[in-house]
Each structure stands twice: as structure tokens, then as C-alpha cells.
């Protein structure tokens, strides 16, 4: 069996630099600026990690380490993605479900990361309040990732960027066409599509516009990379020629006290066949998941040749596993 040979311990290492005081080599994905230089590498990894995975290549990178995943919310694909992925790296998850921690109430952000500095080589931290992921990071003695949270969700986006290279090739000068609400998943997209040379167009109903300074950071990169990032009303005017659309639930998570009002403010802007017409012809589908079908998209186009959303759900794991090698500077 091939293997990699990793310089070992340095994980431990960079834990205890940070302790001293010297933290520049712990590095945290927060969000998607984070990682904005390597952003195309971490792509290119991921892609080249699936290949060697399936080629059946071992990686015992993680071997002898712990990943804590925090979870404030709900999960299928983050909380899998992300033990799967470590335990195939030769490492241990630990799950700490919404109700074990209380960060903030039984005990506050900073023990919680001290405590948890001790234990875990990494941490992975599904949040409601993004301040929290912050504050984590900036008290954790090891690299912390966010798994979600209110502002981004960054790891999404990495196995988004993904999954688009892997059907569209070279993405610079492709049309991304969001059809939903101005969320967390749409920030990473849109601050990420700046920063590879793509197009963004997102249809948003009024009132639901993505955060003014993410739209405003993402268009001035967008600029020096030569693309645009544009936010309009109308879901046809966005999808138009568009290589690939993607949706999103109405309802995040967080948001469910105004499921009524906001199911009916996005009555228009379901994802169906007619809408999917108006794109390129070889346009794909892509939805991070959960789907809400016969809500913002419909069975028809979730299930259609077009649709790449379980390719998308894959590429969760390995995207996250580049994104960890990476952090940890091992590759
Ligand atoms: N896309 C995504 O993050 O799915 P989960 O909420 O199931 O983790
Ligand atoms: N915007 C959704 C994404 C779920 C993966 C939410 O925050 O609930």
C-alpha cells in the first residue's frame, strides 16, 4: 500500500507555540477569506486527495489525532463529512451534540477552548452565532474550522468550488446564478466566486439581501480578478445563459420562527424546469442540502441528469480533508 510520509507531531507543535504566545502558525478557517491565496490549491488538493482515495492510497495523516466537532445545530452531511473523512485519515471524531456543551451558558467560549485545547488536535465548530466561532478560534490552542454558522459556511463553498471544476473545468468567466435567500451558504459562495474570476448573480427577494459588506468586499474583489458579482430581483433575469444554478432552503436554520412569512416572500423563486431552461443547456443544479422539494426546488430538477447535488454532497468530505491537511501544513 502506497502511504505519505508526514512530518509527525506537528499539529502538537503548533499547539504549543500558540501556548507560548507565538500563535502565527496556527491557522483557522473562519471563513472563506481565510483561505483566500490558496483558495484554487485547496481545490486542486481535494480533487487530487479523491483521486488517491479512490485509487485505494493510504493517508494516515491524522493517525493518533482527535478532531472535536462541535454542534450547535442540526447535521447529516457536515457532522459524517467531516468524521468519516478524519477517521480515514488515520484520526479519531469526538461529537459533542447541541445539547453537551452550551458554550456561552454552562461554561463560556474561552474555557471551552482551553479545555478543549488540551484534548483535540483540531477543532470543527457548527455554530448559530459567528461572534462564538471567532472568539473560539481566538482562545483555541489548535486550528478551529467553521461548520456553519449565521455568516458563512465555508467548507460548503470549498466542496462547491469543487464539484463545479470537476463538471465545468476552469471556472474563471463562469456564470454562478443564485436563486433563494441572501444567507450564509450565498456569502462564502459569492466571497469565493470573487476570488476565483466567476460570475455571481443572486435573485433575492427584498428584504433578504446577503450582508451589504460581504456583497460589498466580494465585488471589489471580484473587480481585481475581472468578474462581477450582482444582486437582482428576479430569478429569470439571474439564471440567464448561467452555467450553474444552485438553491438553498428558505427557511435556514435559526430562521424557522418565520417559516410562514418566508415561505410565502419566496413564493417565485422556485428552481423548476422552466427556470432551468433559461440557462446554459448543459447547465447543472446545485443545492448544499438539506432540500426542501416542492419548496425552492422540485423533485424534477433535483432528480434530473442536470442535477449534481449528491456529487456535491461527496465532495463535502473530500474538500474537508484538504481543507484540514492544509491547515495542520502538512501538504
Ligand atoms: N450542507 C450541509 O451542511 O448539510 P448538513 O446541515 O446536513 O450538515
Ligand atoms: N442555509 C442553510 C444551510 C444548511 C446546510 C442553513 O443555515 O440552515
Not at 477569506?33 to 490558496?38: G, P, Q, T, Y
Not at 447535521?75 to 458554550?103: D, H, K, W
Not at 483540531?122 to 471567532?134: G, K, L, P, Q, S
Amino acid at each position: 500500500m502506497k502511504g505519505y510520509v508526514f512530518r509527525k507531531n506537528y499539529i502538537r507543535v503548533v499547539s504549543r507555540e500558540a501556548e507560548s504566545g507565538d500563535d502565527s502558525l496556527k491557522r483557522d478557517l473562519l471563513g472563506i477569506l481565510d483561505i483566500k491565496d490558496e483558495l484554487r490549491e485547496i481545490i486542486d488538493l481535494a480533487i487530487i486527495m479523491k483521486g488517491e482515495s479512490r485509487e485505494g492510497m493510504e493517508n494516515i495523516a491524522f493517525k493518533g489525532r482527535t478532531l472535536a466537532m462541535i454542534f450547535e445545530k442540526p447535521s447529516l452531511r457536515t457532522r459524517v463529512s467531516f468524521e468519516v473523512g478524519f477517521t480515514q485519515m488515520g484520526g479519531n471524531a469526538v461529537y459533542l451534540s447541541p445539547n453537551e456543551i452550551q458554550i456561552g451558558k454552562r461554561e463560556s467560549v474561552h474555557d471551552v477552548a482551553k479545555v478543549l485545547s488540551r484534548f483535540a488536535d483540531m477543532i470543527m465548530y457548527r455554530a448559530f452565532d459567528h461572534e462564538n466561532v471567532v472568539e473560539l478560534a481566538r482562545y483555541s490552542d489548535v486550528p478551529v474550522i467553521n461548520g456553519l454558522d449565521d455568516v458563512e459556511h465555508p467548507c460548503q463553498a470549498v466542496a462547491d468550488f469543487m464539484t463545479m471544476t470537476e463538471v465545468k473545468g476552469d471556472l474563471r468567466g463562469k456564470t454562478l446564478a443564485w436563486v433563494g435567500d441572501g444567507n450564509n451558504v450565498l456569502h462564502s459562495l459569492m466571497l469565493g466566486a470573487a476570488i476565483l474570476g466567476m460570475n455571481l448573480r443572486a435573485a433575492v427577494p427584498e428584504g433578504y439581501d446577503p450582508k451589504s459588506g460581504i456583497t460589498e468586499e466580494a465585488k471589489r474583489i471580484a473587480g481585481e480578478n475581472g468578474s462581477g458579482i450582482d444582486v437582482m430581483r428576479d430569478p429569470r433575469e439571474a439564471v440567464k445563459d448561467a452555467d450553474i444554478i444552485y438553491s438553498d432552503t428558505w427557511v435556514s436554520m435559526g430562521d424557522e420562527a418565520e417559516k410562514e412569512k418566508r415561505l410565502r416572500d419566496f413564493s417565485g423563486f422556485q428552481v423548476n424546469r422552466e427556470l432551468m431552461s433559461l440557462a446554459q443547456p448543459n447547465a447543472v443544479f446545485m443545492h448544499c442540502l438539506p432540500a426542501h422539494r416542492g419548496e425552492e426546488v422540485t423533485d424534477e430538477v433535483m432528480d434530473s441528469p442536470s442535477s449534481v447535488v449528491f456529487q456535491e454532497a461527496e465532495n463535502r468530505m473530500h474538500a474537508q480533508k484538504a481543507i484540514m491537511i492544509r491547515l495542520a501544513g502538512l501538504r
